[in-house]
């Protein structure tokens, strides 16, 4: 039974580079709230300012959601 976990365990974390090449907004969410903070946006984009990330953040939340984030440029085309 301790070998099948360990096995499960091994299969779940090969998985997950494949979703990170897949799904950028997935893998810039490092604590899976659902949003970017800006301390995440600023890891995947550095020259971001304050300014354009207030721009992105179209309802004011001070966070990116799936929705704005695939609306501004940070999303690859
Ligand atoms: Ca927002």
């Known amino acids: ?3 099948f976990a360990s096995i499960v365990a091994t299969t779940a974390f090969l998985a997950v580079p494949a979703a ?3 799904d950028v ?3 810039a969410d490092v604590d899976g709230s659902g949003d ?4 995440e946006v600023a890891a995947i984009a550095p020259d971001m ?4 990330m207030a721009q992105y953040d ?3 939340s001070g ?3 799936r929705e704005e984030f695939e609306a501004s440029p940070l999303m690859p085309k």
């Open 25 to 27: 907004f997935t893998a």
């Open 1 to 3: 039974m301790k070998k």
């Open 49 to 52: 300012t304050p300014e354009a």
């Open 20 to 22: 990170f090449a897949q």
């Open 58 to 60: 179209t309802d004011g």
């Open 63 to 65: 966070t990116l959601s």
């Open 36 to 39: 970017l903070s800006a301390a």
